[in-house]
Structure formats: C-alpha cells, structure tokens
Nanobody, 126 residues
C-alpha cells in the first residue's frame, strides 16, 4: 500500500515562511522525479516546482522563482518545499507528486503523475 503524506502546512502572515515536507511509505522516492503542485478553489491544479531523481536539477513556475526552493533528501525518503516571502495568492492546497518521467525540461503536468499526496493547506493572510 503506497501512501504519500505532506506535512508542514498552516497559516502565516504575508511575508512569512513555511516548509512543507513529503514522505512516503511503500514507495522509494529516489526512483521518481518529484514535484509540488497547488490548487486553489475554482482553479486547475498547477505545477509549482519539480526536481530530478538525484536532486541535481530543479525547475520552478515563474510566480515562485526566487521565493520557493524544492529539495530532497533521498536518504530520508523525503521531499521538501521551502516557501519564503509568501503572498496571499500563494494560498492553496499543496500536493506532493511522484512521476516516472525521466527527462525534465519543463514542469511536470498532472497527467504525468503516478502518485499523489493528499494535500497540505497553505493559507497566507494579508
């Protein structure tokens, strides 16, 4: 039974920081390209950031560049998203995602995801 679980969500003031973590049971994250997606009410789920299996390459959506950092610790089977300088428009449910895609030259899309976490709510207050 594969289970992917996010943690670290919550409510912060604009300009604040949060660090999301993603761990998995029944799944070795080192075997997957990993990403973070987010979805606000009434909006489509969108890719925020992704990272290669080794962690050597990362990609970001334009609206988070310079503010968010995706990283992974394969020894701990954990994926992270450090979010700094948060804005109210960052408010969304954030999802951890694992993909079998090998070539990473653009952000992952939802149809390329093999496993999803259940989501962590991030709320940014003005």
């Amino acid at each position: 039974q594969v289970q992917v679980v996010e943690s670290g969500g919550g409510s912060v003031q604009a300009g604040g920081s949060l660090r999301l973590s993603c761990t998995a049971s029944g799944l070795t994250l080192a075997d997957y390209t990993m990403g973070w997606f987010r979805q606000a009410p009434g909006k489509e789920r969108e890719g925020v950031a992704c990272i290669t299996m080794s962690g050597s390459r990362t990609l970001y959506a334009d609206y988070v560049k310079g503010r968010f950092v995706i990283s992974r610790d394969n020894a701990k089977n954990t994926l992270y998203l450090q979010m700094d300088s948060l804005k109210p428009e960052d408010t969304a449910m954030y999802y951890c995602a694992a993909s079998s895609r090998l070539l990473l030259f653009r952000l992952l899309t939802a149809h390329e995801i093999d496993y999803w976490g259940q989501g962590a709510q991030v709320t940014v207050d003005s």
